[in-house]
């Protein structure tokens, strides 16, 4: 189990989550952020910090979003299991559901 990253995270990507995450398995993409399935460990601390509500824990995503729980695993298809975000910074690539996607208006 694991928590995932949602629509409102695209194109706003505020980090707060970042500096909660004791174990730094929230990767940033172009558009937005990402938590490493395999990394997280289920603390929950990312979610109260999210200023949009973008964090959800995996059976707690509204059903509009689902197909998110996919960008968050498959995103790591190519980078597999780094150990850590912050040595990587920002991965020029998302996942094929956040590129498709029209630019979001961020308030």
Not at 10 to 29: F, H, M, S, T
Not at 58 to 82: K, L, Q, T
């Amino acid at each position: 189990m694991t928590y995932i990253i949602a629509l409102p995270c695209v194109d706003l990507k505020d980090r707060a989550c970042i500096d909660e995450c004791p174990v730094d398995c929230i990767y940033e993409g172009e558009r937005m952020l990402y938590i490493h399935p395999d990394e997280c460990v289920d603390c929950g601390a990312c979610e109260p910090v999210c200023p949009v509500e973008a964090i959800y824990y995996e059976d707690d995503v509204p059903e509009e979003w689902s197909e998110y729980y996919n960008a968050n695993v498959e995103f790591f298809d190519e980078i597999g299991s780094p150990g850590g975000a912050a040595k990587l910074g920002v991965i020029e690539y998302d996942h094929p559901i956040v590129a498709a996607l029209e630019p979001q208006q961020v308030d």
